[in-house]
Structures are given as C-alpha cells and as structure tokens.
C-alpha cells in the first residue's frame, strides 16, 4: 500500500549511500526496508536492511530512494529522518526519531511514548 506523504525522510547524505549501495547490489528494485523488532535495553531496536517491498507494505519515495515499512512498524518511525554518519566511532545508518523518549546507554535500543506503545498493541 502506498503511503500519502513520506513518514520516513532520509538526509541528502543517506539517500547517496543508498543510491550507492542498491546500484551495487544484483537486481533491481530494491528499497530501504525500515523495521522496528522488540529488543535490548530499552525495548526496541531498528532493523534497516536493503529487501523488496511485500504487498502489506507502506511504499514511498524519497531524493529517488524507495523506502518500505511494515504497518507496526510505521507506528514508530512515522516522522523520523535517516541519516548517514561517518565518524570516528565508525559509518553507519542512523535514525532520528522524535517518538523516541530513551534510549541506551550503548545506542542500539529505544522506547517510545506510550501512545505509540499502546496504538501498536492495539493494531
């Protein structure tokens, strides 16, 4: 299913490296999957991952870059931008989520605001 607007942005720096790695990659159409899994210490984690989109999926697009997310996962990332940093700790996808209210001390995990918490338990 397609998604109006963009729930997710990427920066100008991460639809690059995206650009670059779905021209690399054997076969086309390949988007940006964006999920969030339970997990660590604060209770979630994000899972980014180059896949095909499935029928139940939101589809949208951004700077040319296609980007999928499942529907309970749009719960948590609606509105976040993804960026791409490359720093002295390492290069790597990042994700800035304003549904966010913690986050680990090691920076793998999350927990959101409990309306997000209880619209997911409820879909």
């Known amino acids: 299913m397609d998604t109006p607007t963009a729930a997710v942005t990427l920066s100008g720096v991460a639809a690059e490296k995206i650009k670059q790695l779905t021209t690399d990659a054997e076969g086309a159409e390949q988007a940006l999957r964006i999920a969030v899994r339970g997990g660590g210490c604060s209770g979630f984690q994000y899972s980014l991952a180059l896949d095909r989109a499935?029928?139940?999926?939101?589809?949208?697009?951004?700077?040319?870059?296609?980007v999928v997310v499942d529907k309970t996962s749009m719960q948590f990332v609606f509105g976040s931008q993804v960026d791409y940093v490359d720093g002295l700790q390492g290069a790597g996808f990042?994700?800035?989520n304003p549904n966010v209210v913690a986050a680990c001390g090691c920076g793998s995990s999350f927990q959101v605001r409990e309306d997000a918490t209880e619209?997911?338990?409820s879909a």
């Not at 499935?54 to 296609?66: A, I, P, Q, R, Y």
């Open 119 to 121: 619209a997911a338990v």
């Open 54 to 66: 499935k029928s139940d999926d939101h589809v949208f697009h951004d700077s040319g870059v296609s």
């Open 94 to 96: 990042t994700v800035n």
